[in-house]
């Protein structure tokens, strides 16, 4: 059974930093596309970032351009997000994403095929 697990959220005040990680269990993932997705109180859940199976291709929502960065450890089966520059407009339930199928992208929700259970991130101005 596949199995996501995020840590790392939690509150910070703006202009501040944040990591998050999502350990994924269950099967190995390192021929898909995994990332990141949020979604604030009344607002639909949005693409934030995600990275290639190669690791070497990464997609960023423009809201977060330059501000955050995610990476991967395949040996761990861990996606990161490093979150720079906190914004309170970045306040949101942040949940990792794994595409559907492997070798394709992910960057919208229908792509995903695999949610975690989402880590909340409180930006005070």
């Known amino acids: 059974q596949v199995q996501l697990v995020e840590s790392g959220g939690g509150s910070v005040q703006a202009g501040g930093s944040l990591r998050l990680s999502c350990a994924a269990s269950?099967?190995?993932?390192?021929?898909?596309?995994m990332g990141w997705f949020r979604q604030a109180p009344g607002k639909e859940r949005e693409f934030v970032a995600a990275i290639r199976w190669t690791g070497d291709r990464t997609y960023y929502a423009n809201s977060v351009k330059v501000r955050f960065t995610i990476s991967r450890d395949d040996a761990l089966n861990t996606v990161y997000l490093q979150m720079n520059s906190l914004k309170p407009e970045d306040t949101a339930v942040y949940y990792c994403?794994?595409?559907?199928?492997?070798?394709?992208?992910?960057?919208?929700?229908?792509?995903?095929?695999?949610w975690g259970k989402g880590s909340l991130v409180t930006v005070s101005s």
């Open positions: 994403a794994i595409a559907r199928e492997p070798w394709t992208e992910a960057t919208n929700t229908r792509a995903v095929g695999y």
């Open positions: 269950g099967r190995t993932f390192s021929s898909y596309t």
